[in-house]
């Protein structure tokens, strides 16, 4: 009987525990719900009582210019106030086969759009001719009274004439040449602004070359005194002929310095009469620059997007 009993105990069912994962979910849920509406909370009357600070409350006067500067004048090169480079520079426009083909151009584009204007006004036109005649006394003249005479004949003719431009033929030949004429005068402005930047450039570099030199020369007086010095601390007995040797060495090399540097300004001036389209014998007459150090040059103080085209190359290629 005990044994039926036992039996039966083991084979009933089990009772399972409930999940418990549903309350924390709930639990969870509500923290965020809560969070949520603590953040849509009426905040009253509460605002910030920070401003923000306007561009003129920020000290500039020193970094920033204050005053706007200007567009380059045509006339840009007058500014460092060396006549030489303004001749330099009229002198490689003026003797520049380049620019003339270029100039020869603008003329010839600049004809032409003077003729396709012509053909929106009337044209007039006046013709003369006079002839003068003598009649033979014979064949078809004898016994006539023209026979044997001389005859003058004169003949003025007037005449005026109006194309009517109805569908538009002569002003698009006018905006097409006038688009040329502005085309060529673009690219003169470029090959002109290309060669006197070059020459104002060159002539920048022989400057500093010529400063070059002024340091390599002072350096080269320098290390003499350093020698001189040298010396009377050797017989002096506080140094020794190797620091006499080295100063000397010294010397050498530094006038090796001012050398290359002569080299350096034979071969600028020849860049320069290159330019010039003259040879070498011109350079020779180059004086040294004397380039006044002047304040850095200022651009409008709004630029706006179209300032790329203003290059003379973008504006012939429109």
Known sequence: ?????????ADAPQRREPARWPTQLAVALSAIALAVLAGC????????????TSPEQLASAGTLPSQGGRWPSQNWVDQFNDPQLRALVDEAIHDSPNLQVAFARVRASRAMADAARGDLYPSVGLDAEMTRQRFSSYDLFEGTPLGGNWVTES?????????LDFWGK???????????????EAESQAARLMLSTSVARTYAKLAALYAQRDVA????????????????????GLDTQVETTQARANIAAAQTELEQVDEQIALT???LAALLGKGPDRGLAIARPTLLAQATPRLPDHLSIDLIGRRPDLVAAR
Do not use: W
């Open 269 to 271: 001036r020849n860049q």
């Open 217 to 236: 020369e002072r350096t080269i007086a320098q290390r003499r005194e350093l020698v001189s010095l040298s010396g009377q601390r050797l017989r002096a």
């Open 41 to 52: 909370a009426d905040l009253g009357n509460a605002h910030s009582t920070q401003t923000l």
């Open 170 to 184: 002569n002003r698009a030949a006018l905006e097409s040449a006038l688009s040329d004429d502005q085309a060529m």
């Open 155 to 163: 003949k003025i003719q007037l005449g005026v004439s109006y194309d």
């Open 1 to 9: 009987m005990n044994a039926s009993i036992s039996t039966l105990r």
